[in-house]
């Protein structure tokens, strides 16, 4: 059985940070991509970062560009997003997830709820 388990979320005041962690588990993650999405309310969800898993290249939106820093520790199999200069645009559910390729993620976390405070 695969788990992908976010914590980290809270609330927090503009311009500050917060670090997500997603401890995955249940199988070998070799070759696949570990992205994180988030979900505004009211809104469609998005994409925020990506990152593979074997050889650590990574892909961000536009919108967290510069801001936001995608990571794996491959000993502990745990991918973190670390998010500075935070907007309240960014409030959201923020999700992991795991996939053979970019566009087919097959398997999600619960997600945990990120505010971001004016």
């Known amino acids: 059985q695969v788990q992908l388990v976010e914590s980290g979320g809270g609330v927090v005041q503009a311009g500050g940070s917060l670090r997500l962690s997603c401890a995955a588990s249940?199988?070998?993650?070799?070759?696949?991509?570990m992205g994180w999405f988030r979900r505004a309310s009211g809104k469609e969800r998005e994409f925020v970062a990506a990152i593979f898993w074997t050889g650590g290249s990574t892909r961000y939106a536009d919108s967290v560009k510069g801001r936001f820093t995608i990571s794996r520790d491959n000993a502990k199999n745990t991918v973190y997003l670390q998010m500075n200069s935070l907007k309240p645009e960014d409030t959201a559910v923020y999700y992991c997830?795991?996939?053979?390729?970019?566009?087919?993620?097959?398997?999600w976390g619960q997600g945990t709820q990120v505010t971001v405070s004016s």
């Open positions: 997830a795991a996939g053979g390729s970019p566009y087919e993620y097959h398997y």
């Open positions: 249940g199988r070998d993650f070799s070759g696949y991509v």
